[in-house]
């Protein structure tokens, strides 16, 4: 269990099975990323957190005058659907034996109900979730169509110069993912700004003009720096610590002295 500001619960399969995750990751991935559009950004090679934060960045200079509607789904890998998940999947995949295996996979997990849910740590989950939310970025891209639209995990932003268009598109978005998806808006995390005023998302406070960490991450840094690491961040490249902890700190402190 993992408390850090959200209580989530990370699953960590064993070996033989960790195994098996990554044979249908790799199965998958071909057959799926390429029907993905070009601004989902988690999950997928050449894509990630940075560049999806340098892309709102870029909208966010590109629409100053705009409206911005940003959510996320409430406790999305708690409430996936898996029989959902399953007819999407069916859609490309072929293989019979592929599909049995899927279909263990997704029943070896349950959540608070039989066939919903499935666990953030897998390594399936991540082909998985895209897959799902692919139904979403294919409606808002190709049927809404705003100006821009960017989903990380399952936050996302639409950017549309007309308010009330976008207050429509936010009504079709809750149904379709409701009625088609099974899921649920963040109820507390579902807002529409002034593109002019900025725009808190991913962890980052975003204008038009420049970029900050968020109160909440800088303080997440604080708490992870120590005298065996800090010296990194003046020039000085440490050898002490966890590599992907360094990373996941370099690029952070990038963002709040940026």
Known sequence: MVCDNKR??????????????RLLYDYLVPIW???????????????GLLGAIERTHQFLKSYPNSYIWRSDVQKFFDNVDQRVLFELLKRRVRDRRALLLIREVLKSHSTHAEGVGMPIGNLTSQ????????????????ELKPQAYLRYGDDFVLFE?????????KAVTAEFLSE???LTLHSKNNLIVKARHGL??????LWSSGRRLSKRNKIRITSRLNPRNTPSYHGVISKHGNE???????????????
């Open 8 to 21: 989530r619960e990370i699953s960590v399969s064993p070996i033989r099975d960790r195994i098996v995750h």
């Open 127 to 142: 082909i998985f979730s895209n897959i799902y939310l692919n139904e979403l970025d294919r409606l808002v891209k190709y």
């Open 33 to 47: 990323d390429k029907t993905f559009i070009y601004d989902a950004w988690s999950c997928r090679k050449g894509k």
């Open 200 to 205: 808190k998302f991913l962890g980052t406070q």
């Open 161 to 169: 110069a007309d308010e009330k268009k976008l207050e429509n598109m």
């Open 180 to 182: 088609e998806l099974k």
């Open 244 to 258: 992907k902890m360094q990373k996941w700190l370099n690029w952070r402190v990038h963002m709040l002295m940026d």
